[in-house]
């Protein structure tokens, strides 16, 4: 398809353009017009693909940060941040930040389990609640506990929410106004007053330009010519190697700790397809699966899944396997960032939440840095023939699209 002439462009002045259509893109768009700023919203595949829809869904209070001596900081902000989600989902006390209205997402779970061998989980919970104060982390009742962990030891409840990725993404998308546009960015512009971007069809003039895209920042940041100490200096990737189980027995959602890390050895949540259970599987095996094929890969998950439930039968489970690449902001060591990572130059601004479950943290920077620049909102909307390209969502890889 050929691209249209330059003169025949539609044409759209806005104060904000937003790229990237994952969770991050969508509250940082939310925060922005709620500060009185217009939006516009770019997503070259569909929202939340990558990092959003292959994520496992939890809304971490920081538990198991905080089970790892290291990593205070990290188990806070997780911990502050799921205190804006649980308000924003009408399951917690109002808090000071204003939230976007999230009552109608899917929600999974409304708490994960914890368990280990014997004696451990003990000492990392102690340890945890300690850290992590207003967490809520007690021992599960027996109701609590499904059949297939009852030979687990001690098991804990822990106030966690796991959420359909999917849903969270339609209704974040609802609550702000500004258009949702589907395009594939062909240049990005950056003047010392104004960003101009453009598409095949569109031209875009905006005070200020703010790239959400996770691991696609990098060729955002190419395409602005921001990237002269190449791009791995504003961004890095910690890839993962997960996994999924058809007809899994029951629907579980959980961590099952083997050491005092930041980095469960399973961590399992459910879904259903029909009448279907799926686990997706994360957390260590996810780590160090990075190294080896899809078939080593689901022989690895199908060992791990015989040691945390030794009494069932694991030799003819459907074991699936997927890629993903965390995209994260540059640390020198190639650690993950305790916090969110905002980094600015000029009027580009270029956001990594590090976790979902930091978006609110992450929006609320990326409009400070907007501010910052002196960017002031209020205007009207100036469009030359511009016609919204609708967007589509993406779905995990176990849902077929006619299901999701």
């Keep these: 398809m050929n691209a249209k002439p330059a003169d025949s462009l539609s044409e759209l002045h806005v104060d904000v353009v937003v790229l990237g259509g994952g969770v991050a893109g969508l509250w940082c768009r939310w925060a922005a017009e709620r500060a009185g700023l217009r939006v516009l919203l770019i997503e070259s595949q569909r929202m939340g693909a990558?990092?959003?829809?292959?994520?496992?869904?939890?809304?971490?209070?920081?538990?198991?940060?905080?089970?790892?001596?290291?990593?205070?900081?990290?188990?806070?902000?997780?911990?502050?941040?799921?205190?804006?989600?649980?308000?924003?989902?009408?399951?917690?006390?109002?808090?000071?930040?204003?939230?976007?209205?999230?009552?109608?997402?899917?929600?999974?779970?409304?708490?994960?389990?914890?368990?280990?061998?014997?004696?451990?989980?003990?000492?990392?919970?102690?340890?945890?609640?300690?850290?992590?104060?207003?967490?809520?982390?007690?021992?599960?009742?027996?109701?609590?506990?499904?059949?297939?962990?009852?030979?687990?030891?001690?098991?804990?409840?822990?106030?966690?929410?796991?959420?359909a990725p999917r849903s969270l993404l339609r209704v974040l998308a609802e609550q702000g106004s500004g258009p949702l546009h589907h395009a594939a960015v062909d240049s990005i512009h950056v003047a010392s007053d104004h960003v101009t971007i453009r598409s095949s069809a569109l031209r875009v003039r905006a005070q200020c330009v703010v790239l959400a895209a996770g691991e696609g920042n990098a060729d955002l940041l190419r395409l602005a010519g921001a990237d002269e100490s190449g791009s791995e200096a504003w961004m890095q990737r910690r890839p993962l190697h997960m996994a999924y189980v058809r007809n899994a027995p029951c629907e579980l959602f959980g961590h099952w700790i083997g050491t005092i890390s930041d980095k469960p050895r399973l961590t399992i949540t459910s879904d259903r397809v029909g009448d279907e259970i799926v686990w997706y599987l994360g957390g260590e095996v996810a780590e160090s699966g990075v190294a080896f094929g899809e078939a080593e890969q689901q022989e690895r998950v199908r060992r791990e899944l015989a040691a945390c439930f030794p009494r069932m039968s694991w030799a003819t489970a459907q074991i699936r396997t997927v890629r993903v690449n965390r995209a994260e902001g540059f640390q020198a060591d190639g650690r993950r960032p305790d916090l969110p990572v905002v980094r600015s130059r000029d009027r580009l601004i270029a956001v990594w939440p590090t976790k979902m479950v930091l978006a609110p943290l992450a929006a609320a920077e990326v409009v400070r840095a907007v501010q910052a620049l002196g960017v002031v909102g209020g205007g009207a909307w100036r469009a030359g023939g511009f016609d919204v390209n609708p967007v589509d969502y993406a779905w995990s890889p176990w849902t077929p699209p006619d299901q999701s």
């Excluded at 205190?83 to 708490?111: E, F, H, K, Q, Y």
């Excluded at 967490?135 to 297939?148: G, L």
Aim: glycine share 8%.
């Design 50 to 163: 990558g990092q959003t829809i292959l994520a496992q869904g939890i809304v971490h209070r920081g538990v198991k940060y905080a089970i790892s001596p290291s990593a205070s900081e990290a188990a806070q902000a997780a911990d502050r941040a799921a205190s804006i989600w649980r308000a924003a989902m009408g399951r917690g006390p109002a808090v000071s930040d204003a939230t976007p209205n999230l009552r109608s997402v899917r929600v999974l779970a409304d708490s994960m389990l914890m368990w280990s061998d014997a004696g451990l989980l003990s000492r990392g919970v102690a340890f945890a609640a300690s850290k992590v104060l207003s967490s809520s982390v007690r021992p599960a009742t027996p109701a609590e506990i499904p059949p297939v962990l009852r030979s687990a030891g001690t098991v804990y409840h822990v106030d966690e929410a796991v959420v």
